[in-house]
């Protein structure tokens, strides 16, 4: 069975940092591309950050700079590194695992439950 648990949310001032982790199990983790996603109250989750299976990061523009992803396969586990928070970073944080598979048109994919992460003025 795929499980991935996000932990590492709390609140934190701003301009504080948080490290979230996901660790993941039941897939050959090295072989998923992850990434990191976010919804806020009140709106559509969106995809913050994301890492291939070899190492290409990807970033969206209001975290460039502020935010690293990063991920070690041997304890198969992928980090989001949060610095310099501001209360628009307040939303539920989701990590997401997907592989493209021959037998399949859709790609594997499966998602954690979220960790809160919440930024005060």
């Known amino acids: 069975q795929v499980q991935l648990v996000e932990s590492g949310g709390d609140l934190v001032q701003l301009g504080g940092s948080l490290r979230l982790s996901c660790a993941t199990s039941?897939?050959?983790?090295?072989?998923?591309?992850m990434s990191w996603h976010r919804q806020a109250p009140g709106k559509e989750r969106e995809l913050v950050a994301s890492i291939t299976s070899g190492g290409k990061t990807d970033y969206i523009d209001s975290v460039k700079g502020r935010f690293t992803i990063s991920r070690d396969n041997a304890k198969d586990t992928v980090f989001l590194q949060m610095n310099s928070l501001n209360p628009e970073d307040t939303a539920i944080y989701y990590c997401k695992a997907e592989r493209l598979v021959s037998w399949r048109t859709e790609p594997l994919n499966f998602w954690g439950q979220g960790t809160q992460v919440t930024v005060s003025p």
């Open positions: 039941g897939l050959r983790f090295p072989l998923y591309d």
